[in-house]
């Protein structure tokens, strides 16, 4: 029965609420044990900075990575709890406060196993080893007559005698252990000690599925306290006010056009404007009605239907290449029998997060308090402490869960902004935005175009690929906001701006000789603007492999093989060949060339692959597509993925946060896109930018996680958005005919290509 | 102008200073101090402010609090404790559903709403009374093993 259970769990993520009245957000299960922070000032080269022991034995971790809800925090305490010889339910996670965890970097790039999760797992072998060095001194034996069971450290040949805990040996006191440091700080830190890690062969507690996530119960009790939560004594509620027409900037204000609402007062500093009140109805209602004068811009925006050519005919800001591989690709299109070519495209995205980002900030007496729903806290400390010149000892940071996050969307916009707010009124002040601030107004995904181009011998071989990204930056502004100027507080007050131009090319292992460039085109308004781009769940990665996988698909058609066959005949990497085969296996591929058009009733049936590599991660996605010959609705029955990310730590939540990548690239794939004209955004809530329906949920996800314990982890939060589309795309050609170049996959599109 | 108003807030009488046009979501959260309910959209098209009046699942968001009157409102707090779990809560929790969870009481009290009326929908009813509410995670397919599990229970 479930009950005993529900209450472990709630207890387990109920922390929060005991201390929720001193701070909101602080260290939960740290604090309920009664652990004081006296740990040796959080250096990155000491044992404490990562692992503590308190008096009763229990573990904590500590990390400067944060979790997005998607189960990493288990994974970590697994780890821990692996090298430490301890329960997981021993073992709790810190996570993300600046003042208590070394800056690591944050949530990015799917390293919180990669990256953080090593970290933890190397710290907590060389916690282990100290451990077992005291006990042997106390006992007067040699290590390797020591066992530890449960964290308690027992001689060997005395079974029923000598024993200690780890809460004995150094329960409520501090490792004073220094650890190699490799002298970085953020993603690339790395700390190792002396001990050895265990062998995956010696796993009992990573790779096994079954420790649940200690965040769930509070929320489905509904008492978790979140980023939108948080609440101080005498706070301000902020709104901001955005212009009309991009790229407009406010010349007058009438404060006397709110003065029927109590207590609301205009900030507005160079080209920042908004507004405070004391009750959160107050200010939206004073945001509605507050009358500004906006300076006169020509519309900044080309039509939404010329934005493809704008992209097309833009300046290059900046030219990446990729090395030649596999040969001389210029030489293989001179030799060529023929040449085939293909062009995509992608439209902008927004983050769209669930609410929109909530921003709280303190900043009175010369010290700075921050609430962040985003993921980088330390980052948002550096940008804080810049923007108001203060140094960052003054700056604390707190993360606390936000409504999802996936990527820099807007919340560390809403934080900069409840900062200057707060700095202005000297209150404390939260910002939470309207719905259109976090559709309208949030950084988008950059819109792109990609063009393709292979060289064909005589006898029907690939012997040359030709790969062109050209787009907007995939984060004009840097992934964080660490510099005021990669906010929208700091692009409004002026600080230079240090665009960052970058776009991508495919990541995959085709054997052939290939040339990739990506070309970064100038964002169409300079500053603040609603189409400014940030990072985005594999940023750029979806629309990229949208173009290259379809591109292969198409290839495979203009050699006459089967998409199957083609990828295997080309692939050199066994891990990627691995991946590809299996995912055709599982979901019973019938080889064939071209599109089979299977109808059956009112809809076309068909199947389509796709595959790419992330990091380590390699994933091959088959989409299997209901298209509705009537009304040309795409629906995704079921997906068949196999997943190589190394080893996996925990099988069941890589599952989960798999199916949940799957059905919001789904999302992506088949309904996204910012709607534009001239002079602003129109995409402003959920009608104006739907998203993925229920209706629209697969029957089945059929996921394989390669067996590979014996490879480092890689991530497993992106990888799959990657070949996703593409897969989708293929399908719809198998099941159609329809060659889809352009996304999101509507009916419209779909029509517009019947044949 | 503020008034006094009385709402049934799962089973007690609590009182607001309030502006009768103002959506009920804010009195749940700001006068009242109440976690559950949250801002999604303000526009009823999301669902994350769903609360049950008189058993029918309702956006607070767009619900003027002078018009609540005395119907009885319900969060997901106040449809099961720990101890006493909802079995909609009960299924949640064992399928690990949320991911940020910002979207759970619109899917939660649909939920419950959809099986007071039918206690073993089918997949196509449990996908159609769920249309319409969003959830940016992804976490649809866990919904859907969670309703289908409550409604075995």
């Known amino acids: ?755 | 102008m503020a008034k006094h108003i009385d709402l049934n807030v799962n089973g007690k009488t609590r009182a607001v200073e309030a502006e009768p046009d103002m959506p009920l979501l804010y009195a749940l959260r700001d006068n009242l101090e109440m976690k559950e309910p949250r801002f999604g959209c303000g526009l009823a098209q999301c669902g994350a402010c769903t609360v049950l009046l008189n058993g029918v699942p309702t956006r607070s968001c767009v619900t003027p609090v002078g018009s609540v009157g005395a119907k009885k409102i319900t969060t997901i707090a106040g449809i099961g404790t720990v101890d006493k779990p909802h079995k909609i809560q009960a299924a949640f929790l064992e399928e690990q559903v949320p991911q940020c969870g910002f979207c759970l009481n619109g899917w939660m009290l649909t939920s419950v709403a959809l099986l007071d009326n039918n206690p073993r929908p089918s997949d196509a009813q449990i996908r159609d009374a769920l249309s319409g509410l969003k959830c940016r995670c992804g976490t649809h397919m866990s919904i859907l093993r969670a309703v289908k599990r409550a409604a075995q229970a």
């Open chain 1, 1 to 755: 029965m479930t009950m005993p259970m529900n209450r472990r769990e709630f207890l387990a993520g109920a922390g929060a609420l005991t201390i929720a009245v001193l701070l909101p957000g602080v260290t939960r299960e740290a604090y309920a044990a009664g652990v004081q922070d006296s740990r040796l000032g959080l250096k990155p080269d000491q044992l404490s900075s990562y692992i503590s022991i308190n008096q009763d034995g229990s573990v904590i971790g500590w990390t400067g990575k944060v979790d997005m809800s998607q189960g990493t925090e288990i994974g970590w305490l697994k780890m821990i709890a692996e090298e430490l010889d301890i329960a997981p339910e021993r073992v709790s996670i810190v996570q993300g406060h600046t003042e208590q965890t070394v800056d690591q970097g944050g949530a990015s790039g799917s390293t919180g196993i990669w990256f953080g999760g090593i970290a933890l797992r190397n710290a907590a072998a060389e916690a282990r080893l100290v451990l077992l060095e005291m006990a042997a001194a106390k006992f007067g034996v040699s290590i390797d007559q020591l066992t530890v069971n449960h964290g308690v450290i027992g001689v060997n040949s005395d079974a029923g005698g000598k024993k200690v805990s780890y809460g004995e040996l150094i329960g409520g006191k501090h490792f004073d252990v220094q650890l190699v440091w490799n002298k970085e700080y953020g993603n690339e830190l790395k700390v190792e000690g002396r001990a050895k890690v265990k062998s995956p062969s010696q796993y009992k507690i990573v790779g096994k599925s079954g420790v649940r996530r200690r965040d769930i119960a509070p929320k489905v009790f509904g008492t978790a306290e979140n980023m939108n939560d948080v609440k101080l004594p005498g706070m301000l509620h902020g709104r901001m006010i955005r212009p009309p027409v991009a790229g407009a900037v406010p010349v007058a204000v009438d404060e006397s056009s709110v003065k029927n609402i109590p207590g609301v007062k205009v900030v507005w500093q160079k080209d920042f404007i908004g507004l405070v009140a004391a009750k959160q109805w107050d200010a939206i209602r004073a945001a509605r009605q507050l009358k500004v004068t906006w300076s006169d811009v020509k519309p900044p925006f080309p039509e939404q239907k010329d934005i493809y050519n704008h992209i097309r005919a833009g300046k290059s800001m900046k030219r990446d290449e990729d090395v030649k591989a596999n040969g001389d690709a210029e030489a293989a299109f001179a030799g060529a029998a023929h040449v085939f070519e293909a062009s995509y495209e992608w439209p902008f995205q927004s983050h769209a997060s669930m609410a929109p980002a909530c921003g709280v900030a303190d900043m009175r007496d010369g010290e700075a308090t921050v609430w962040t729903g985003g993921q980088k806290p330390h980052f948002c400390r550096e940008g804080i402490a810049k923007m108001f010149n203060m140094p960052q000892d003054k700056v604390k940071v707190l993360f606390m869960t936000g409504p999802g996050s996936y990527g820099r969307n807007d919340s560390g916009d809403a934080t900069m902004d409840a900062a200057v707010l707060s700095k202005a009124v000297g209150k404390p002040v939260r910002v939470q935005g309207m719905r259109h601030d976090g559709t309208q107004w949030d950084p988008k995904a950059p819109a792109s175009v990609h063009v393709s181009r292979a060289a064909i011998d005589k006898d029907g071989k690939v012997i040359g690929w030709n790969f062109e990204s050209k787009g907007f930056s995939r984060r004009e502004f840097h992934r964080d906001e660490g510099s005021p100027e990669r906010t929208m507080a700091g692009q409004l007050m002026g600080w230079p701006l240090k665009p960052i131009w970058i776009l991508g090319v495919p990541a995959e292992s085709y054997s052939f000789a290939k040339r990739k460039t990506s070309d970064t085109i100038a964002p169409l308004v300079e500053r603040a603007s609603p189409l400014r781009t940030s990072h985005m769940r594999d940023p750029g990665g979806p629309q990229i492999h949208f173009a290259s996988e379809s591109f292969m698909d198409e290839l495979a058609l203009a050699t006459n093989m089967d998409a199957v066959d083609f990828r295997l005949k080309y692939l050199s990497n066994p891990r990627d060949i691995a991946v590809v085969k299996t995912a055709a296996e599982k979901a019973g591929w019938q080889p064939h060339v071209g599109a089979r058009k299977q109808l059956r009733g009112d809809v076309y049936v068909g199947q389509g692959i796709a595959y790419a590599v992330r990091g380590g991660t390699r994933v091959a996605v088959i989409a299997e597509v209901e298209v509705n010959k009537n009304t040309h609705r795409v629906w995704v029955k079921r997906y068949v993925v196999a997943h190589d990310c190394g080893l996996v730590i925990a099988p069941d939540l890589a599952r989960q946060a798999l199916e949940a990548q799957i059905l919001q690239t789904t999302s992506r794939a088949l309904f996204e896109e910012v709607k534009f004209n001239n002079k602003a955004v129109t995409s402003v809530d959920w009608q104006t930018y739907p998203i993925l329906d229920m209706k629209d949920a697969p029957e089945a996800i059929d996921i394989t996680l390669m067996d590979r314990p014996d490879i480092a982890p890689s991530g497993v939060g992106e990888g799959t958005c990657r070949p996703l589309p593409a897969a989708v795309a293929n399908a719809i050609f198998d099941a159609t005919g329809v060659r889809l170049r352009q996304a999101p996959f509507t009916p419209e599109r779909l029509k517009a290509g019947w044949v």
